[in-house]
């Protein structure tokens, strides 16, 4: 047996507890210690020695180990590339905005999507994460840092809805009032737009916000810089998109990765426009990192095309650029590991 007793819900908790002949309160204290980032079950202080014996004996507790930090000068930022137990590095990211600590997490060791312009995807998905070793990505910046998280970006290594069941679980745990507590709302996931699994998430009623990856305004630009679009296509994503809004009755929020003569023309603006037409929508401009082996370079027009969706009455913003110092952008510092270590080929490079 060997248990992964901080993915569990507290009424699992009590059922395990339960079979053990344990009285139901040692559900919420082992819950409390695993939220609070205890390393060894011997820190439970108020459990029975024989209890946390037990408990060592035949459950698992994750605990990432900082394989590397770098802190921004310039902004505070900090990227970890945490080490799991299996070895596989993940990164996540604490960013200082004005309405509270954000923490970009990562749900899956790489990932198979193969967006153009990400580094994440290079080497493909090695596998899901628990989700305890999401919710340990929250739990271990805060213990670091020392900041308060507000508010939870997934947004990190991984399609959030590829790992459907241990991310939604991850929601109800870091939401738990005994747990971290963050709300709902402060929580966005972000999807490159699997449909069938944007239909079930909806069926939750979770009062997240969904990113949907956009970046291209029609089918040919976005099957180029998206395989999973060669699937699935535009009309159809919006649509779900549409369906979404119904449901739950939350505004989309569309990401738009700005790249130099690929998407960035006034009548790219205009198609986006016509796609977005009829919803509640908000587009998120995103100046694209430079990554080093990829021919996509950043736009210049940014401003432009932000005037131009806002002109027409689609809520634009800009988002704004953290880390610039580090290697702060999804993918770089595990793929940086990963070439240091012998782990990747030279034939990995971007389409
Ligand atoms: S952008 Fe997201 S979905 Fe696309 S390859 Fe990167 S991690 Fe995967």
């Given at each position: 047996m060997n248990v992964d007793l901080k993915s569990m819900t507290l009424e699992e908790l009590g059922d395990f507890f339960r079979q053990l002949g344990q009285?139901?309160?040692?559900?919420?204290?082992?819950?409390?210690?695993?939220?609070?980032g205890v390393t060894s079950f011997s820190e439970m202080s108020n459990l029975p020695k024989s209890l946390r014996q037990q408990l060592e004996e035949h459950c698992t507790l994750t605990v990432p180990v900082v394989e590397r930090r770098q802190e921004s000068k310039l902004?505070?930022?900090?990227?970890?590339?945490?080490?799991?137990?299996?070895?596989?590095?993940?990164?996540?990211?604490?960013?200082?905005?004005?309405?509270?600590?954000?923490?970009?997490v990562s749900c899956q060791v790489g990932c198979n999507m193969g967006c153009v312009f990400c580094a994440s995807t290079l080497g493909g998905k090695v596998r899901n994460l628990t989700a305890s070793e999401i919710l340990d990505q929250v739990i271990f910046t805060q213990k670091d840092s020392g900041?308060?998280?507000?508010?939870?970006?997934?947004?990190?290594?991984?399609?959030?809805?590829?790992?459907?069941?241990?991310?939604?679980?991850?929601?109800?745990?870091?939401?738990h009032p005994d747990g971290l507590n963050i709300g709902m709302r402060h929580i966005s996931l972000s999807t490159c737009g699997l449909v069938n699994q944007i239909d079930k998430l909806a069926q939750l009623g979770l009062q997240l916000t969904l990113s949907v990856s956009l970046h291209a305004p029609n089918d040919?630009?976005?099957?180029?810089?998206?395989?999973?679009?060669?699937?699935?296509?535009v009309e159809r994503l919006m649509d779900t998109c549409r369906r979404y809004f119904q449901t739950t009755g939350r505004r989309i929020s569309y990401e738009?990765?700005?790249?130099?003569g690929v998407n960035d023309s006034d009548a790219h603006a205009d198609q986006l426009l016509?796609?977005?037409?009829?919803?509640?929508?908000?587009?998120?401009?995103?100046?694209?990192?430079?990554?080093?082996?990829?021919?996509?370079?950043?736009?210049?027009?940014?401003?432009?095309?932000?005037?131009?969706?806002e002109a027409h009455g689609v809520t634009a913003t800009?988002?704004?650029?953290?880390?610039?110092?580090?290697?702060?952008?999804?993918?770089?510092?595990?793929?940086?590991?990963?070439?240091?270590?012998?782990?990747?080929?030279?034939?990995?490079?971007?389409?």
């Open positions: 009285p139901a309160f040692r559900a919420k204290q082992v819950f409390q210690w695993l939220h609070r902004d505070g930022t900090i990227k970890y590339l945490w080490r799991l137990s299996d070895g596989s590095c993940i990164e996540t990211v604490l960013m200082r905005y004005q309405h509270g600590n954000t923490v970009c900041a308060t998280i507000h508010n939870i970006v997934m947004m990190g290594i991984g399609e959030p809805l590829d790992n459907f069941d241990q991310v939604v679980r991850f929601l109800h745990l870091v939401n040919e630009i976005r099957s180029r810089l998206m395989p999973v679009n060669r699937a699935v296509g738009y990765a700005m790249i130099d016509a796609l977005l037409k009829g919803q509640q929508a908000h587009v998120n401009l995103i100046p694209l990192n430079n990554i080093e082996e990829s021919p996509l370079k950043p736009s210049r027009r940014v401003r432009q095309f932000q005037q131009r969706l800009v988002r704004r650029k953290l880390g610039g110092d580090i290697d702060a952008s999804c993918g770089q510092l595990r793929r940086k590991q990963m070439k240091e270590s012998g782990a990747l080929s030279g034939k990995e490079q971007p389409q």
